[in-house]
């Protein structure tokens, strides 16, 4: 896919909106999966917010060659090399530490860090980063925050992610350091419950087509 190993800012580029996944059953790993692929979501973040989320990641990995799966909610460089041992094509965290910008500054593989403040934004940025999620986006402060960062830090990119919605995602795809935005509106619970992969496939196509 890339003669290059693919970066953080390739893979908040390589679509509009990054959902996030919350899986307890990997068995539904791969129709879901197939589904957003099929709607030309083809980025697809796994949170390790479950027990399911490892073989989720692996099961994606090898049945659904079109995705690019990576995992979520890496807290701990451990959290990162289990993810890694499944299978994950990229790592994303809703913050950072040091041991954990130690832990992925040097991987092969892209990693992006979670940022809330402009100081957060530097210390990721002083690591070599940057490509970054923010996060949580609407509560510190959204589009706002993001148009103040772009000042001072224009060489960053941005994954904002936490109420971002379809309603309010064109207005952040908008801004220039702004690459993609991180939503679990992709995949609603109901649908899930239900197997209602067409419903999901129909999501991820208005995703795939949301420009500001």
């Given amino acids: 896919m890339h003669d290059t190993p693919m970066t953080g800012r390739d893979l908040l580029r390589a679509g509009p909106v990054l959902p996030v996944i919350v899986l307890q059953d ?5 129709d879901l ?8 979501i083809r980025t697809l973040e796994v949170t390790l917010r479950t027990a399911a989320a490892l073989e989720a990641i692996r099961q994606i990995r090898d049945r659904v060659p079109g995705a690019l799966v990576g995992a979520g ?4 460089p451990d959290d990162w090399q289990r993810a890694q041992d499944a299978g994950a094509m990229f790592g994303i965290s809703p913050g950072l530490t040091p ?6 500054r040097h991987s092969a ?6 940022v809330s403040t402009a ?17 949580p986006a609407e509560a510190v402060g959204g589009r706002a925050l993001l148009k103040s960062l772009h000042g001072p830090l224009p060489q960053l990119l941005f994954c904002p992610t936490g109420g971002v919605s379809p309603d309010n995602a064109p207005a952040y795809l908008a801004l220039p ?7 679990s509106w992709l995949v609603p619970e109901a649908a899930l419950a239900q197997r209602d992969w067409s419903a999901i496939t129909a ?7 949301l420009r500001a």
């Fill in 26 to 30: 990997a068995g539904l790993a791969v």
């Fill in 33 to 40: 999966a197939t589904a957003l692929v099929a709607g030309g």
């Fill in 73 to 76: 909610t890496v807290l701990s």
């Fill in 99 to 104: 041991a954990l910008l130690a832990a992925t």
């Fill in 109 to 114: 593989l892209p990693f992006v860090p979670g």
């Fill in 119 to 135: 100081s957060e934004a530097m210390t990721a940025l002083d690591a070599g980063f940057t490509a970054l999620k923010l996060f």
């Fill in 177 to 183: 350091n702004v690459a993609c935005v991180g939503g």
């Fill in 203 to 209: 999501l991820a196509q208005q995703a795939a087509s």
